[in-house]
């Protein structure tokens, strides 16, 4: 039973990794050509931005709710100590994402009215602002809460510290380059072209980002520290940081070779590297730095009742979401339309 209690949280957290990598994935760059609409202000070009995300768009928001259950369900404490950590960001983030999902359809209906440019500004504004807020989110997850006996006892406002913001505004920047690479691999002419034109100085942007996070995040907490420097440890993670400049090195070649699909996967590479460093960074902890997985879990009966349903919806949700983006694939023109 003692097995299963250590493994059961371990397997959960993996999941949970993996649905919010899948979100990041699949809504960063349809958050980050939303924001592209403060450089992109030709409407047809901005139509033809919106079209190779419409028939997908909606969908991707599932990996969210899971995620979001997922700590509900698994790691209770973790979400009742959080989110009153996080109530003003994961609020505004909703709000934000609201917003944006009723600009997205309502700057197709009102074309015409001269309100169109009111519900792209929303579109803009909106994919903005949920970016911002989640990458403050995580920032300020990873700097740690003030929890006392399992239990949140600080302020509304404590989120709000220069190392989330500088986590938000990397986030904008990475969910931006991911929007102008996806655009490069499915658009055509003037705007791929633009799009490369993007891609490079939003390269230049993140990578600053993720060298100033990556050495600000290991001086938060001493254990954060010891993972990164100290003796084997260093052997496991050098790994990481030498990937991310390989990657960078891919990225500004194929955007000046004319490659289509490589700077995407270099960027989303680039991600899952992100990822990967903050989960070496803030293991085992759960609600960083006093609480680990296992202190917040659920006990092992409910986790496994969960896991089976998980188990198989899962694979439906994957079939879906792979099969919906294979029908949608190609480039998109402006004499394509979304109605």
């Known amino acids: 039973m003692m097995d299963v209690a250590y493994w059961l949280p371990i397997i959960w957290a993996v999941i949970l990794v993996a649905a919010i990598t899948i979100y990041v994935v699949l809504d960063g760059f349809d958050l980050g050509i939303g924001m592209l609409?403060?450089?992109?202000?030709?409407?047809?070009?901005?139509?033809?931005?919106?079209?190779?995300?419409?028939?997908?768009?909606?969908?991707?928001?599932?990996?969210?709710?899971?995620?979001?259950?997922?700590?509900?369900?698994?790691?209770?404490?973790?979400?009742?100590?959080?989110?009153p950590a996080f109530y003003l960001p994961i609020v505004l983030m909703l709000v934000a994402l609201i917003f944006r999902g009723v600009a997205f359809e309502f700057r197709i209906m009102t074309r015409g009215?001269?309100?169109?440019?009111?519900?792209?500004?929303?579109?803009?504004?909106?994919?903005?602002?949920?970016?911002?807020?989640?990458?403050?989110?995580?920032?300020?997850?990873?700097?740690?809460?003030?929890?006392?006996d399992g239990a949140f006892v600080g302020s509304s406002m404590d989120w709000l510290t220069p190392f989330s913001v500088l986590c938000g505004l990397a986030v904008m920047c990475g969910y931006a380059l991911l929007g102008a690479t996806w655009l490069i691999w499915r658009t055509?002419?003037?705007?791929?072209?633009?799009?490369?034109?993007?891609?490079?100085?939003?390269?230049?942007?993140?990578?600053?980002?993720?060298?100033?996070?990556?050495?600000?995040?290991?001086?938060?907490?001493?254990?954060?520290?010891?993972?990164?420097?100290?003796?084997?440890?260093?052997?496991?993670v050098a790994p990481v940081p030498l990937l991310v400049i390989a990657l960078g090195f891919l990225l500004t070649i194929g955007l000046r070779r004319g490659h289509s699909k490589g700077p995407f996967l270099c960027a989303l590479g680039w991600f899952f590297l992100c990822l990967?460093?903050?989960?070496?960074?803030?293991?085992?902890?759960?609600?960083?730095?006093?609480?680990?997985?296992?202190?917040v879990s659920s006990p092992p009966s409910s986790q496994f009742f969960q896991l089976v349903g998980t188990v198989i919806l899962l694979p439906i949700i994957l079939t879906y979401t792979v099969y919906s983006y294979r029908v949608f694939r190609g480039k998109v023109t402006e004499a394509d339309g979304y109605h």
Request: charged share 15%; with cysteine.
């Open 113 to 148: 009215t001269g309100r169109e440019k009111l519900w792209d500004g929303g579109f803009m504004i909106g994919s903005g602002i949920a970016a911002f807020c989640q990458g403050a989110i995580l920032g300020g997850v990873v700097q740690g809460i003030k929890v006392v």
């Open 276 to 295: 990967s460093g903050l989960g070496i960074t803030v293991w085992p902890y759960a609600v960083p730095p006093g609480l680990t997985l296992w202190d």
């Open 37 to 83: 609409f403060a450089v992109e202000r030709h409407e047809g070009r901005r139509d033809v931005m919106v079209n190779t995300i419409a028939p997908v768009w909606d969908g991707n928001e599932t990996w969210m709710v899971l995620g979001g259950a997922t700590l509900y369900g698994v790691f209770p404490g973790a979400y009742s100590t959080l989110l």
């Open 188 to 236: 055509t002419d003037v705007l791929e072209a633009s799009c490369r034109k993007w891609a490079k100085l939003l390269a230049i942007g993140l990578f600053v980002c993720i060298v100033a996070v990556s050495l600000w995040t290991p001086m938060l907490h001493a254990p954060y520290l010891r993972r990164w420097t100290e003796w084997p440890n260093i052997v496991f």
